[in-house]
């Protein structure tokens, strides 16, 4: 049989086992219940909602008032003949440019040219007798003095000699008369522009009582711009002149159909009263124009610039909402967890809104998702199409150096 001493041996490993399979059943039971409650964790935390979000950047923005104008000629003149006859040549080409003083046109100068020449044999005549009648003044004042002659004659013969220097005078005037006439048979320009459609060919008979004239020239470059603005945004621009001081205030002209900036100029007027019909009052400015993208009649949006907001907080238009309170945005912390705050917009303007108060320069505001998401909720950034999402960029160290917004 065995002994004591025996059993006791056989027991000892038995038990080890048994406690070593205790704690391995331990151990797993333990990283069971950890994967589970992770799981578990996992399902109920709410998923993060996709979103879109930009920084609000600083910048200079320039502040202005939008129009709708028309683009006319600084200078406009209907060409004209000034005397009648018969159109001899046409020296320009339609539709092209002249310099102010080009030929333009010639009238058969001929007629004009025999009334000069017999003006001139008229003052030739006159001159004769007066040289003639000055001869007698003499001898008649020497006969007075001898008491040969009565001196009724002598007087005469002074007023016949005061009656031919007239008569000389007559003459004079005469012939610059025919000069002139003669010089307007040539037609030049009056002023440098772009000519139209030529409106008399060579060969007819033209009058100066002719309404059309013969071609009308407009100046382009530069060129005027007439906008309208409302009347409330009179005492605005009348401040704006007033800070600005000798330097006018700068007008941009865009196209009407896709935006594309045509020019910039500088404005020159504002209407000396408001139209009490449509509540408006006109404005005008100047543009350079040298590369004729504004035409004349050409419908033209128009951005009057008042000044530029320095160092202003920007974000775009699309993240503002509005709220019962107001108008706020969707700002994202840095845990991703989302804050809508009640924001103060100065103004909105080419697609970005002017924040006074509310949000500072590179905060992080949704533009796209808003819908989706409330308070304290956790976002994530959206992936564009075929792409991985990302985090929002960092804002840069600078966010003055951000260009300044440019109105379109």
Not at 24 to 40: F, S
Not at 103 to 114: H, M, S
Not at 331 to 340: K, M, S
């Amino acid at each position: 049989m065995p002994t004591s001493s025996n059993a006791s041996r056989r027991r000892g490993p038995l038990l080890a086992g048994l406690v070593a399979v205790a704690i391995v059943a331990l151990i797993a039971w333990r990283t069971v219940e950890h994967r589970a409650a992770a799981q578990a964790t996992v399902r109920t935390a709410p998923a993060a909602v996709p979103v879109t979000t930009v920084r609000a950047a600083r910048e200079d923005v320039p502040v202005y008032l939008t129009g709708i104008g028309a683009a006319q000629p600084a200078q406009t003149v209907t060409v004209k003949a000034r005397v009648d006859g018969q159109l001899e040549a046409v020296a320009f080409a339609e539709g092209k440019d002249v310099k102010k003083g080009d030929l333009l046109a010639k009238i058969d100068p001929r007629p004009f040219e025999a009334a000069l020449d017999q003006a001139s044999a008229q003052r030739a005549r006159d001159e004769a007798q007066l040289v003639s009648a000055k001869k007698d003044l003499e001898r008649y004042t020497t006969l007075v003095a001898q008491d040969s002659i009565p001196r009724q004659t002598l007087d005469t013969q002074h007023a016949l000699v005061g009656q031919l220097t007239a008569a000389i005078q007559a003459d004079d005037a005469a012939i610059a008369n025919a000069r002139v006439q003669l010089s307007y048979t040539t037609i030049r320009a009056p002023l440098s522009g772009r000519t139209g459609m030529r409106m008399v060919d060579v060969g007819n008979i033209v009058h100066a009582s002719d309404a059309n004239g013969l071609v009308v020239i407009n100046e382009v470059d530069p060129i005027a711009v007439v906008f309208t603005l409302p009347e409330d945004s009179f005492r605005r621009v009348n401040d704006a002149i007033r800070a600005a001081g000798a330097k006018p205030l700068e007008v941009r002209a865009f196209a009407r159909d896709d935006g594309t900036l045509l020019d910039s100029g500088h404005l020159v007027l504002v209407n000396n009263q408001i139209d009490v019909a449509t509540g408006t009052f006109q404005l005008k400015a100047t543009f350079a124009n040298p590369k004729h993208a504004l035409w004349p009649g050409q419908d033209v949006n128009v951005k009057l610039v008042l000044g530029v907001r320095r160092d202003a907080t920007t974000i775009p238009g699309a993240a503002v909402q509005r709220g019962a309170d107001g108008l706020l945005a969707y700002v994202v912390g840095p845990d991703d967890a989302v804050e809508i705050r009640t924001i103060k917009v100065a103004a909105v303007q080419d697609g970005k809104a002017i924040i006074d108060e509310g949000v500072s320069a590179g905060a992080r505001v949704i533009v796209d998702g808003q819908y989706k998401v409330r308070a304290g909720a956790r976002v994530a950034e959206a992936a564009a199409p075929g792409a991985t999402p990302s985090p929002a960029s960092p804002p840069s160290r600078d966010a003055s150096a951000t260009p300044a917004a440019h109105a379109q």
